[in-house]
């Protein structure tokens, strides 16, 4: 490679990293819009307290299942044609579901569309994807830290604006979202570049886009080994909490779609202010490894918090106490895509990808059941809590496995893999 080549590259690489960073804010603001509003939107569909919340499961669950078997997948399809066209897949998807949800009749559409959008749906693991072609593999923590601000960003613009929207009417956040899908198609089509060079791109194989192979080869990862329980048991306990948060504190509180808004907008604001500024600082000071410990150690605390909540005030106060526990996932992340090589991020990060997708497809039945079994108590009675508890039971778990990995791994075991 010429001097004139290499400098090109170089420049393309700082020009990609905030393309890439534009195109998945303005994903995130698009999903964000309709997350305090569609469990509402279910529920006009429903007539009891119980029926929501099975309704919901049924919804949430649909969409976790095509997640799961369709993001290897389109992991592996971007190993093969590249991040930038598999992007433009799921904007088109997402538009399209957005359109046909402010639309539905009835919640059998709504559940059909759900199968459709999380077929189509694997965004967030190409853009994890995109960034780690760009970046070094040193460089990876604080790359993915910039998305995760970026998701965060999204989760501050996108529920405060859909709350304030589906106040005025239920069906008008998924219009806007719609909408804001097509203008992001648009943009990646014409100015997201590529990120993936012809020469690292390889052929699509089926075997390995199925979604349970792609998790044994993540375990088979040189420097993680158990930590794929880690990933499976914490991220279980996020998606808990995200499926499960605006339905609970609709029915303990009595939130509508503004106050479940602003309650994701201090979701959103912690993750920017912690990826976007701590997040460096943080691993510098205690190091990737003893960072995952006690984000881990701060998340069961705050699902306790919430579990025992009985003013919503305290739903939102514990959040800006979690620090730790808003950097650990990125820190486990880049553990992760640097045990990989150049020509595999796709097919890793779709891995990862499709861990989260199956803990998707259990979370609406872990949290949304637990949910109905204690729908009717009285909004007081502890129990009303349970989902919450169990996620501090899951990050305990995860606790306990990333302690044992990381006293019988070697730090330098854990070294990046070469490219």
Sequence with gaps: MSDSDRSDAHGGRKAAMSFILIAVLIDMVSIG?????????????????????????AVAFAFGLANFFGSPILG?????????KVMLVGFSGLALSFFVTAMAQALWMLV?????????????AVANAYV?????????????????AAFGMGFI????????LGSIDLHLPFFVAGTLALLNWCYGFFVLPESLPPEHRRPFNWRQANPLASLSRVRDLRGVGPLIY????????????????????????????????????????MAVIVQGGL???LIRWLGTRR???????????????????????????????????????TALQSLVSNAADARNQGETMGAVAAINSLMAVLSPICGLGLMALVAELPKTDWRLGAPFYFCAALQLLSLYFSWRHFHEVPVEAAAPAKA
């Excluded at 305090?36 to 569909?45: A, I, K, W």
């Excluded at 429903?46 to 099975?54: C, D, K």
């Excluded at 592996?76 to 930038?84: K, M, N, T, V, W």
Aim: net charge positive.
């Design 291 to 329: 960072l995952v410990l006690i984000g881990l150690s701060s998340a069961i605390v705050t699902n306790l918090v919430w579990g025992m909540a009985q003013e919503g005030w305290m739903m939102v106060g514990i959040i800006f106490f979690n620090i730790a526990g808003f950097a650990a996932p």
């Design 112 to 124: 059909v569309v759900r199968l459709f959008s999380g077929a189509m749906q694997a965004n967030a």
């Design 157 to 164: 613009l996108g529920p405060v604006a859909g709350g304030l």
């Design 230 to 269: 880690v990933i499976a048991c914490s991220g279980l306990a996020q998606l808990i909490i995200q499926t499960c948060w605006v339905l609970y504190n609709q029915h303990k509180f009595g939130w509508g779609p503004r106050e479940n808004g602003l309650s994701l907008f201090a979701v959103g604001l």
């Design 33 to 57: 819009l309709i997350i305090p509003v569609l469990p509402m939107l279910v529920g006009t569909f429903t007539e009891s307290e119980r029926q929501h919340t099975l309704a919901q499961l």
């Design 279 to 281: 997040l460096q600082p």
């Design 76 to 84: 592996g399809l971007s190993d093969r044609f590249g991040r930038r």
């Design 132 to 148: 780690a072609d760009i970046t070094p593999p040193a460089d990876r923590a604080k790359r993915f830290g910039m998305l995760g």
